[in-house]
């Protein structure tokens, strides 16, 4: 069983950064884990998704802003959030696929003037 919590979100300038948080109750060590966001009336969309082994990929309307990574020795995920723009405004979820998959309760991000 694992339990994922969200941190990091907030308002931002178009422009600025941010950096996300996903703290798991249990291991996530050799899982896949990804990254999703859920704008206003869209659909959830993947962002990030890193492997156990490192392998990366991108949506590609962050490739190149964003940056994905992981501690397993901490049971951590990160997305570092540069250049954003008011489009990446959302809800922004950390995943885990293990037997099943696994959602945290997501961290509101909105990129507004």
């Known amino acids: 069983q694992v339990q994922l919590v969200e941190s990091g979100g907030g308002l931002v300038q178009p422009g600025g950064s941010l950096r996300l948080s996903c703290a798991a109750s249990?291991?996530?060590?050799?899982?896949?884990a990804s990254w999703y966001r859920q704008a206003p009336g869209k659909q959830r969309e993947m962002v990030a998704g890193i492997s156990a082994g490192g392998k990366i990929k991108y949506a590609a309307s962050v490739k190149g802003r964003f940056n994905i990574s992981r501690d397993s020795s901490t049971n951590m995920l990160y997305l570092e959030m540069n250049s954003l723009r008011p489009e990446d405004t959302a809800i922004y979820y950390c995943?885990?696929?293990?037997?099943?998959?696994?959602w945290g309760q997501g961290t509101q991000v909105t990129v507004s003037p």
């Open positions: 249990g291991s996530i060590f050799g899982f896949y």
């Open positions: 995943n885990v696929a293990a037997s099943r998959e696994y």
